[in-house]
């Protein structure tokens, strides 16, 4: 990985995209998460990849590389919708479909359980929303979490504790939750 990465700052291509190829999920599950329109997804993670490879050359490695590459994304899904308002004159934007970001291999056979857990994030603020798949999805650290939102690590660990219970006391109450 770090000699991907020290090729692909020094403009070796081929190395770069075989950096990024293990980021490429997570990246497009993402901006899917921020973006409903799947043809405005793949035209922001092909911004996030076109930006990740322009500022390449700038990246330290005192910061986790996945952490850096989502921070990346994240500003082009500010710029996307910045963008977006510009354009639509005032029209309202859902900033935020509902996405099944806690969707894991061993669900796929339960559907119910899907449905469930989706209806409870749906319920989540968008940031709520965010730092849920931040933490199951990307799999990210809080600190990593921290540094992506811009939010202190201790806001982070307190709006986490409060997300789950939230999660947790819906599941609860929800018929067929197993």
């Known amino acids: 990985?770090?000699?991907?990465?020290?090729?692909?700052?020094?403009?070796?291509?081929?190395?770069?995209?075989?950096?990024?190829?293990?980021?490429?999920?997570?990246?497009?599950?993402?901006?899917?998460?921020?973006?409903?329109?799947?043809?405005?997804?793949?035209?922001?993670?092909?911004?996030?990849?076109?930006?990740?490879?322009?500022?390449?050359?700038?990246?330290?490695?005192?910061?986790?590389?996945?952490?850096?590459?989502?921070?990346?994304?994240?500003?082009?899904?500010?710029?996307?919708?910045?963008?977006?308002?510009?354009?639509?004159?005032?029209?309202?934007?859902?900033?935020y479909a509902l996405r099944d970001t806690l969707e894991t291999p061993q669900y796929e056979d339960r559907m119910v359980d899907r449905l469930i857990v989706k209806k409870a994030i749906g319920t989540l603020s968008p940031l709520e929303q965010e730092l849920i798949f931040l933490l199951f999805q990307a799999r990210l650290s809080y600190r990593d979490i921290a540094a992506i939102t811009e939010l202190p690590m201790g806001t982070v660990k307190s709006k986490m504790h409060a997300i789950k219970n939230k999660l947790k006391k819906q599941l609860e109450e929800q018929e067929g939750w197993k």
């Open 1 to 95: 990985m770090e000699q991907l990465l020290k090729k692909a700052q020094e403009g070796d291509e081929p190395a770069f995209e075989k950096l990024m190829e293990s980021y490429l999920d997570i990246l497009y599950n993402f901006i899917l998460v921020h973006v409903p329109a799947a043809e405005d997804t793949q035209d922001i993670l092909q911004e996030t990849l076109l930006g990740v490879w322009k500022s390449l050359i700038s990246y330290q490695s005192n910061a986790c590389f996945k952490t850096w590459v989502i921070a990346i994304a994240r500003r082009k899904i500010a710029d996307y919708y910045r963008k977006s308002y510009r354009d639509k004159d005032g029209e309202t934007i859902d900033l």
